[in-house]
């Protein structure tokens, strides 16, 4: 893993433009990778959650049917 982040670093930075700044390339990386972890881990929690309510609403049938019969 820890080869595959130095190759996969050094393509990125490889891929900056020559005039850009080294910090400004690098803060923008991170900013960029921030994003993407906190939109990740709001989905995993909205996901967690609809499973909860849905969950929920399939035992509230569950018992509906039940209390019919």
């Given at each position: 893993?820890?080869l ?6 050094y393509a990125?930075?490889?891929e900056?433009?020559?005039?850009a700044?080294?910090?400004a ?5 991170l900013?960029a990778t ?6 990740g881990?709001?989905?995993g ?6 499973q ?8 509230t ?9």
């Open positions: 893993m820890a595959f982040g130095l190759y996969h670093g990125h930075g490889a900056m433009p020559a005039h700044s080294g910090l390339y690098g803060l923008g990386f900013a921030a994003a993407v972890h906190v939109a881990i709001g989905l929690l909205g996901t967690r959650f609809a909860a309510g849905g969950a929920a609403i399939a035992l049938g569950v018992a509906l049917l039940v209390r019919g019969l």
